[in-house]
């Protein structure tokens, strides 16, 4: 990542932001940085869509619960309005290596994409 990127950043502030509970526990909060053709597909090897997301994640979030980054954040921007970053998290015991997409829109950065693939630590 370029140290001045100011695209990179915004998108890694997003991506910071929809690991908070309280962000996540909100419909107004979480849409505001889901793109309108969010798609997902999970560390459980499920398939979301914006709808979804927005119905399931403010239901089940619990309000202590946080995702923990394992892993420097890195971003590039890939095209003037797209940025992909990459990192690694722990969540209730599970490791995931992730990867979304940021594109900007009229109303600021929003997650376009997103994919989360499990991992085991060590051997």
Same mark, same amino acid.
């Given at each position: 990542?370029? #140290?001045?990127?100011?695209?990179?950043?915004?998108?890694?502030?997003?991506?910071?932001?929809?690991?908070?509970?309280?962000?996540r526990r909100?419909? #107004? /909060?979480?849409?505001?940085?889901?793109?309108?053709?969010f798609? #997902? &597909?999970?560390?459980?090897?499920?398939?979301? @869509?914006?709808?979804? %997301?927005?119905?399931?994640?403010?239901?089940?979030? +619990?309000p202590? +619960?946080?995702?923990?980054?394992?892993? #420097?954040?890195?971003?590039?921007?890939?095209?003037? @309005?797209?940025?992909?970053?990459? &990192?690694? %998290?722990v969540? @209730?015991?599970?490791?995931?290596?992730?990867?979304? /997409? *940021?594109?900007? %829109?009229? @109303?600021? *950065?929003?997650?376009?994409?997103?994919?989360? %693939?499990?991992?085991t630590?060590?051997?």
């Amino acid at each position: 990542m370029t #140290e001045h990127d100011s695209a990179v950043q915004a998108a890694i502030e997003g991506e910071l932001r929809l690991m908070d509970p309280e962000v996540r526990r909100s419909p #107004e /909060l979480l849409g505001s940085l889901l793109h309108p053709e969010f798609h #997902e &597909f999970g560390s459980s090897g499920r398939r979301w @869509d914006r709808a979804s %997301t927005m119905s399931r994640l403010p239901a089940d979030t +619990d309000p202590v +619960d946080r995702y923990v980054v394992t892993s #420097e954040i890195q971003g590039v921007r890939l095209a003037p @309005d797209v940025v992909h970053l990459t &990192f690694d %998290t722990v969540y @209730d015991g599970g490791h995931a290596h992730r990867s979304s /997409l *940021w594109r900007r %829109t009229d @109303d600021g *950065w929003r997650m376009y994409f997103h994919q989360g %693939t499990p991992f085991t630590t060590g051997s």
